[in-house]
């Protein structure tokens, strides 16, 4: 199918909206519920319904428990802490995308996957833009929550590697399975570290008095960003080409920033808005397509059991040295659990 429908158009748009409101809807959660059991909750509520519809990808434990770790527990723990010490809700969900451009650079180190020309030209670009903001935070506010979230970003991109590697994403709706299985490390680790890191007291209280907020934020993030907008995500993306799909994702920090203008009156910093321009200049950059290379092959139907939950994919060209021609483009699926995503 060539050009988008207007429905199917409008419904990149609304994930894009959930996706980018996310960000909003953590930071409102954490003014009541530590960040740590915050995250062991949240993922209870994704992942126990899920995991009995959901079959287990045949991957080793260790592979699922080794992508859990960075892709979910590592990179919401982080997020979660850089949004409780004072990252701006906006702001992280452009900061974050950085992760796209991290991934480029760890597969090139890792798995000797020689990057093209526009990703080189994007992650330098971007990474121009990550210093620009590092510079303009640290006129206005402490940098610390800036590098917390830098690591959770490059978490997720560990991650993303780690899925690439293990070769989980080949199967129709293999992306799912990983997702919803690799999940099921975040809430006990993340559980214990609460009680070890926020303290049993302030755990018990969260618990015992829950406020309406939690709630909410709990809902919104585990039901709306990821049940919902995940489930819209993998539909277009059997309908259409991935590179057709892929580039509303973008639209995520826009909606992230101007959410967290409205419920919390964050403006940017001139430089941080600068920056925060270029990083998403280069993000566009490395995962543009030239023109006339290969084309993209249109994402495998899924079941509406397997649409329930998974990750958005961005295309990524990667040139490995020891391939053919023919075989000179891969993607790269870069499996955010429930951000962008948050």
């Known amino acids: 199918m060539g050009v988008m429908r207007r429905r199917d ?35 209870v509520v994704v992942c126990v319904p899920a995991v009995f519809l959901v079959r287990r990808p045949g991957l080793p434990w260790r592979d699922l428990a080794l992508i859990g770790v960075f892709t979910s527990l590592g990179q919401f723990a982080l997020l979660y802490l850089a949004l409780h010490l004072g990252m701006p809700p906006g702001l ?22 020689r990057p093209s020309a526009l990703q080189r030209a994007g992650v330098a670009l971007g ?14 506010a402490p940098v610390l929550p800036l590098v917390v979230l830098v690591l959770a970003a490059v978490s997720w991109a560990v991650g993303n590697v780690l899925t690439r590697r293990a070769g989980a ?35 018990g209280a969260a618990l015992t008095h829950v406020h309406w907020q ?54 940017p910093h001139a430089l941080e808005l600068v920056g925060g321009l270029v990083l998403l200049a280069g993000v566009g950059v490395a995962v543009s397509r030239r023109r006339g290379g290969t084309p993209e092959p249109v994402a495998p139907a899924a079941s509406p059991a397997e649409q329930a939950i998974t990750s958005p994919v961005v295309a990524v060209d990667v040139e490995p040295a020891t391939r053919s021609a023919r ?13 962008g995503r948050a």
């Open 92 to 113: 992280s969900s452009l900061v974050l995308q950085a992760q796209v451009l991290l991934t480029v650079v760890i597969a090139a180190v890792w798995l000797r996957e």
């Open 327 to 339: 075989e000179a483009t891969d993607l790269v699926e870069l499996a955010p659990t429930p951000s």
């Open 214 to 267: 939690a709630v909410a934020s709990t809902a919104y993030t585990a039901w709306l960003s990821s049940l919902v907008g995940y489930g819209i995500w993998n539909t277009l993306l059997a309908r259409y080409p991935v590179a057709k799909v892929t580039p509303f994702a973008m639209l995520v920090p826009v909606f992230g920033m101007a959410a967290a203008a409205v419920a919390f009156g964050e403006r």
């Open 9 to 43: 158009s409008a419904l990149a748009v609304l994930v894009a909206l959930l996706w980018g409101t996310n960000f909003v809807a953590i930071r409102t959660g954490l003014d009541s519920v530590p960040p740590l059991l915050f995250l062991a909750v949240r993922f």
């Open 127 to 140: 990474g121009a833009g990550l210093l620009t903001i590092a510079v303009g935070r640290g006129l206005s």
């Open 169 to 203: 994403l080949t199967a129709p709706g293999a992306g799912l399975g990983v997702t919803v299985w690799s999940g099921l490390v975040v809430p006990v680790p993340a559980l214990a570290l609460s009680l070890v890191v926020e303290g049993p007291a302030a755990v």
